[in-house]
């Protein structure tokens, strides 16, 4: 029964390997800068990009990437109002700033044309899905004020996350170079179905001014494939 057993254990373990080892050996991995913009936004976000891509053929791949987009901020005020309706003045001006940042891991399916996966010049394109990380905080200026300060809302800093889901398609070109890698281009565009927020204040539309249900990205990379 334990020789049995063992056996059992051990053809699972080769089987494994096996696909694995397959799976790793067709792998190619890219990196790149790209741009986002939300729909309707003011200013464009900035990134770094990693991911990875397995070739089902030379005409449909798998692939997927993790995107960081440095963070932008935006200068706004507000009205603070008192925590009592017997302070005086019961509402001030205050100014802060919101900085806004995204993370985001998107996958899918592409499909090549002209010269496929491995050659050349080729066009692509496919459905993507996006997962969104939005990352808010918000800071008010300094008190300039001959009042104390904690006898009024929105002071100090506040902060919280949006996350989204979205689904979309992506467009692209690229061109290998034998023995090198291969030089890529894409945009995507996703819509985001899902947005959940953390707390009240990122709930509300106008603490992040740069969030769009929107999105669009612009990548620029080199890829290498290990195979």
């Known amino acids: 029964m334990k020789k049995a057993i063992s056996k059992k254990h051990l053809f699972l373990i080769l089987l494994f390997s096996f696909l694995v080892g397959d799976f790793f050996s067709q792998i190619s991995a890219n990196a790149g800068m790209g741009t986002l913009n939300g729909f309707g936004a003011k200013k464009t976000f ?30 706004d005020s507000t ?12 509402s001030l001006q205050r100014n802060y700033i919101v900085s806004t940042g995204y993370l985001t891991i998107e996958g899918g399916t592409r499909y090549y044309l002209l010269n496929g996966y491995d050659n050349g010049f080729s066009i692509y394109g496919g459905s993507t899905i996006l997962v969104c990380v939005n990352k808010i905080k918000k800071n008010y200026a300094d008190w300039n004020y001959p009042y104390n300060e904690a006898n009024f809302e929105n002071y100090g800093t506040a902060k919280g996350t949006i996350l989204n889901l979205g689904v979309g398609l992506q467009g692209g070109l690229k061109y290998t170079f034998p023995s090198i890698g291969t030089f890529f281009c894409d ?39 290990f195979y």
Request: aromatic share 18%.
């Open 187 to 225: 945009l995507s565009g996703n819509y985001l179905i899902v947005r959940q927020a953390n707390n009240d204040m990122v709930g509300e539309s106008d603490n992040y001014p740069f969030n769009s249900a929107m999105l669009f990205t612009f990548n620029l990379g080199f890829r290498k494939d």
């Open 46 to 75: 900035f990134g770094f990009n990693l991911g990875l891509e397995y070739p089902k053929s030379n005409q449909t791949t798998i692939y997927g990437r993790i995107a960081y987009y440095i963070p932008r901020n935006n200068i």
């Open 79 to 90: 009205t603070s109002s008192a925590t009592s309706t017997t302070t005086y003045p019961y």
